[in-house]
């Protein structure tokens, strides 16, 4: 079973710090995403990477896929309350349309 | 605007009921996903279906069936439920093919086995 494991599980950080959020695994995929899941709502798409030490940005967010496609970053700067949620990556499952999680990293941002 | 729509967003239901949570998209998927959130444990797969009637077990289907006579709807089925099942339930679907595509899913349906 492939597996994604996220850390930190938990980050608690005052509004205007910066962040990074890991997430790792021992197999290699051929592509991750990154969602965001808001209380009571379903998760929804952020960002998609596909090559190999790819960087893509999003506003404030900064996500990176690592040189051998095992792990991924996200990076918020100048975190907001807006951004409080729970963040998932996610990928396809020995290449196939089976799409696993990772464990999340709930991020609460206070004013 | 894109839908995946859960028939409830909470239930309780009684230890040995047999319990039925329906998922209806209308993006024309061809892929629907059941999965169950858990804190710390993010979203694991209970089932995955590819077609109408096709389906693969995911990392967790003990305890689960499923039902896809429907292109369109997707069922996840507690034989007899547990304790153990009490957790939030997620469906989502996908397009077939692309491996990058995006994943929509519904509200989900906080589930209680009392």
């Known amino acids: 079973t492939q597996l994604l494991e996220q850390s930190p599980q938990f980050l608690s950080i005052q509004e205007g710090e910066n962040l990074t ?3 790792n695994s021992s197999s290699v995929f051929s592509s991750l995403q990154w969602y965001r899941q808001e209380s009571g709502e379903g998760p929804v798409l952020l960002v998609t990477v596909v090559t190999g030490g790819e960087v893509k940005k999003l506003k404030r967010l ?3 896929f ?3 496609r095992k792990d991924s970053s996200l990076h918020i700067t100048a975190a907001q309350p807006g951004d409080t949620g729970l963040y998932l990556c996610a990928g396809p499952s020995y290449n196939t349309d089976k799409l696993i999680f990772g464990t999340g990293t709930r991020l609460q941002v206070f004013p | 605007d894109v839908k995946v729509t859960q028939s409830s967003r909470y239930l309780v239901k009684r230890t040995g009921e047999k319990v039925f ?3 209806v998209q209308d993006m024309d998927h061809e892929n629907m996903f059941w999965y169950r959130q858990d804190p710390g444990l993010g979203l694991r797969l209970i089932y ?3 077609d109408v009637k096709m389906k693969e077990k995911g990392d967790i289907p003990e ?4 039902s896809r006579e429907k292109k369109e709807r997707f069922s996840l089925i507690l ?6 099942q009490t957790s939030m339930y997620l469906c989502a679907s996908r397009r077939q093919g692309a ?3 995006e994943a929509f899913f519904g509200q989900g349906t906080r589930l209680t086995v009392v």
């Open chain 1, 21 to 23: 959020v890991y997430c």
């Open chain 1, 62 to 64: 900064t996500f990176q």
């Open chain 1, 66 to 68: 690592g040189d051998a």
């Open chain 2, 21 to 23: 949570l329906e998922c």
């Open chain 2, 48 to 50: 995955f279906s590819y």
């Open chain 2, 63 to 66: 305890g689960y069936s499923v």
């Open chain 2, 79 to 84: 034989e007899s439920a547990s304790t153990n």
């Open chain 2, 99 to 101: 491996m990058n595509t």
